[in-house]
């Protein structure tokens, strides 16, 4: 069982290190806020003025505010917000609220609002950024099979484990209805054995103080952030399929990624062990396919192939084959800089998505909308473009600069 010490540090942690933000929008339930939409709740809390309210000690905590982790939720300690997390729910809200008077998917907002370009945009953002999703799997996965196969005295080249994949990845590819089941259990493993050790490292070692700033790859983490954190594109199937069931596990799943936080950020960085490693990359393995399934499907409707004719079977297979090939080799000449691979895919193809085509889409479709809304939007593209030329710019400096 974990102490009440380490408990209240990891309480007081959630309060500090994630911002209440989303707490407080959660906490949005009483009658005032039941008329109003989506899009209305994020813009009235948004106007809300802040309210600074000073962070207590861990000794100043009542013992009802340490159990249940609800009362941390309930109880805002501000409503200072962060950039990124501001931007993020307001762009998705302005998706949402777009959802609401026209229906459809992404792709299909977008061609309201700005046609078959519109439409096209989106359709070719999500296609570079699951080619990017997939290209830095292969690297991850030969890395890691690189360090396992090194343990027992097997010296194969990463990149001879990157062009190796191939062999797995055009067969899976030709695969027409996926099931994930066996990836979820190696995946399911990976976080259940991360979750046993960090519960065995606090109680043991304690919480150690956190970086909260990294003035050297700073530029990195902007990208590799919006690359690990973008789910613009499942908002739209999540708002359908959430139910209010399911909104009551977060605070116990953010609970787990808080915790997750204070074990392995803190101390310096470290190599996975060996099971770890296997699992973790068997797992992606098999998710490539998953990862490769939307940009497929983009890709042959541009190529207008039928999707029900036994005819095509062939030549969609020559396409999903190249299209493999291709992620293979973007992957084989990216594989010395992965952190920065991932960082400028998450900069060129996820904060367009992100932070660029909700507001640009809202105030085209909504066609009553005040002054200060369209600066509000434009505003929120402008900074959403400005991470885009900052970060692409600053890490092809630095990939340019690093050592061959």
């Known amino acids: 069982a974990m102490s009440p010490a380490v408990r209240a540090t990891i309480e007081e942690n959630v309060r500090n290190v994630y911002n209440p933000f989303i707490s407080s929008m959660l906490s949005q339930t009483s009658d005032q806020y039941e008329n109003l939409t ?7 809390f948004l106007h809300t003025p802040a309210t600074y309210s000073g962070r207590r000690s861990v000794q100043s905590i009542s013992a009802s505010e340490l159990t249940p982790l609800t009362a941390a939720k309930r109880e805002a300690l501000s409503k200072e917000t962060t950039m990124g997390q501001a931007l993020t729910l307001y762009a998705m809200f302005r998706l949402l609220a777009c959802r ?6 992404y792709s299909h907002i977008g061609e309201v609002a700005y046609g078959k370009w519109g439409s096209r945009m989106v359709q070719i953002s999500i296609v570079l ?4 999703f997939c290209c830095s799997y292969i690297i991850f996965v030969a890395q890691n099979m690189n360090q396992v196969l ?14 190796l994949q191939t062999v797995v990845y055009i067969p899976l590819s030709w695969i027409r209805y996926i099931s994930n089941l066996i990836a979820d259990v190696f995946i399911l493993y990976g976080v259940a054995y991360i979750l046993g050790t960090s519960f065995t490292s606090l109680a043991v070692e304690g919480i150690q ?3 909260y700033f990294n003035p050297q790859d700073y530029s990195v983490f902007i990208g590799t952030a919006v690359f690990t954190f973008e789910g613009i594109g499942l908002v739209i199937p999540t708002q359908a399929s959430l139910t209010k069931d399911r909104q009551k596990q977060f605070p116990s799943l953010l609970v787990w990624t808080v915790l997750g936080l204070l074990t392995f950020y803190s101390p310096a960085p470290q190599r996975m062990d060996l099971e770890r490693s296997c699992g973790w990359s068997f797992a992606q393995l098999l998710s490539y396919p998953l990862f490769l399934f939307p940009a497929v499907k983009i890709i042959e409707d541009m190529l207008q192939l039928p999707r029900r004719s036994s005819g095509q079977k062939v030549q969609k297979n020559v396409v999903r084959a190249v299209i493999v090939i291709v992620t293979v080799l ?5 594989q010395e800089h992965l952190d920065l691979f991932v960082s400028i895919v998450g900069a060129v193809c996820c904060v367009p998505l992100s932070f660029i085509y909700p507001p640009l889409f809202y105030q085209k479709i909504m066609k009553h ?3 200060m809304s369209k600066v509000v939007y434009w505003l929120v593209v402008f900074i959403g473009i400005g991470t885009f030329v900052f970060v692409t710019y600053s890490n092809i400096q630095k990939w340019g600069a690093a050592p061959l």
């Open 369 to 371: 909308t005040t002054f």
């Open 330 to 334: 973007i992957a084989y000449f990216g």
């Open 150 to 163: 090194a343990y027992f005295g097997a010296n194969v080249s990463v990149g001879a484990l990157i062009v």
């Open 209 to 211: 103080p956190v970086q």
């Open 38 to 44: 989506n899009a209305q709740r994020i813009e009235n």
């Open 100 to 105: 609401e008077l026209v229906g459809g998917s």
């Open 129 to 132: 950024m699951q080619f990017g």
